[in-house]
């Protein structure tokens, strides 16, 4: 049977782009996510959705969803999920947060992409990008 659920984007927020040298990788998600939670209220939130794609490289910290993020922002019952998809992290959060609200396993989800690339010397940078690219030939270089 084809579901017709239909999916709305009710709330947005932006942290304007920059270095945010005085921000971590949780400062900066919660800046963006608990305005969103200001303007839908009290949302009954199945999941949240992150979109980061080199947190284990450029901060060293893995698992960004419930055990970092969601922890800091007191929601810890919330699964939150880490989508990590290179360039297009984003994008693919923001297809499986629709996803899962058209089949109906949620209501309501919430999609986050947080990034923190310069706070890190140019060669680690440069580094963690060739790893989205062919890094056997783009690594040669860096």
């Known amino acids: ?33 608990l305005k969103v939670l200001d303007q839908v209220g009290n949302a009954n939130l199945g999941a949240i959705y992150v979109a980061n794609a080199f947190s284990e490289v450029l901060q060293d910290q893995s ?28 994008g693919i959060a923001f297809l499986e947060a629709y996803n899962m609200v058209r089949a109906g396993i949620y209501d309501c989800v919430a999609v986050v992409g947080v990034e923190k690339m310069h706070d890190v010397i140019n060669v680690k940078l440069n580094k963690a990008l060739a790893t989205i690219t062919d890094y056997e030939y783009e690594a040669s270089s860096v």
Request: hydrophobic share 40%; aromatic share 12%; glycine share 14%.
């Open 63 to 90: 698992v960004l969803g419930g055990a970092y993020l969601t922890d800091y922002i007191g929601l810890r019952r919330i699964p939150a999920i880490r989508i990590e998809s290179g360039d297009g992290s984003s």
């Open 1 to 33: 049977m084809f579901n017709t659920t239909e999916v709305y984007v009710v709330a947005h927020s932006l942290v304007p782009g920059g270095r945010h040298y005085e921000k971590g990788l949780k400062e900066l998600f919660a800046d963006a996510f």
